[in-house]
């Protein structure tokens, strides 16, 4: 049992937590071992996220200070805490690639580990996010891969659009299209189109959890 000195620890340490957080996941650490709570921690490090277990009545009143009213009661089990500076969306992947990833007994069930995330909170927001939005997040490719496949197929249209019109200037086509495609292939076009990556990177800040709202 922790001694009142260790519980003020950890309510401080999780005030600390909780006040540079844009969002937390929930998550249920039992059976899971030692062992394994130390990678998952070294894993969420790597995208800036947190892990801590705090009881669910200490990280209650610290919500309820902030004028956020968690209901933490409704789960039955020993709580662990991510808290992430980011969105949803950024610590859901590495946790749900954690627990997808553990070893299912025997007689266990496929689900078994992932159904351990329980949820979570936008602080942005304000507001819950249950369960399901959770791994539905969490099973989203990063948004770097997201980006590209998006690329992938803006650039397949142009490129099929391009050969076309290159084709049609080998077979002595109208003169636009012969500069069209002289335009396309000037040094000026291709610098557009290497711009382009962190164009859409730029732009592609929005929580994956508040677009779905």
Do not use: C, H
């Amino acid at each position: 049992m922790k001694t009142k000195a260790q519980k003020g620890e950890e309510m401080k340490r999780a005030k600390e937590l909780l006040d540079k957080s844009s969002s937390l996941i929930f998550a249920d650490f039992t059976k899971v071992s030692a062992e394994d709570v130390r990678k998952l921690r070294n894993e969420l490090k790597k995208s800036g996220a947190r892990f801590l277990v705090v009881k669910k009545r200490l990280l209650g009143l610290l919500l309820k200070e902030k004028g956020m009213d968690a209901d933490l009661g409704r789960f039955k089990v020993s709580v662990g805490t991510i808290f992430s500076d980011g969105g949803v969306d950024r610590a859901a992947g590495p946790a749900y690639r954690f627990f997808s990833g553990l070893e299912v007994p025997e007689g266990g069930v496929k689900d078994m580990w992932t159904s351990k995330l329980l949820g979570g909170y936008d602080l942005g927001a304000n507001a819950p996010v249950d369960a399901a939005q959770v791994v539905r997040i969490g099973q989203l490719p990063p948004r770097e891969v997201l980006l590209a496949q998006l690329l992938g197929v803006m650039a397949g249209p142009v490129r099929a659009f391009l050969y076309i019109l290159s084709e049609k200037a080998k077979q002595g086509g109208a003169p636009a299209a012969t500069a069209a495609v002289a335009a396309a292939e000037s040094p000026a076009a291709e610098a557009a189109v290497a711009e382009a990556p962190a164009a859409e990177s730029s732009q592609a800040e929005v929580p994956a959890a508040q677009a779905e709202q």
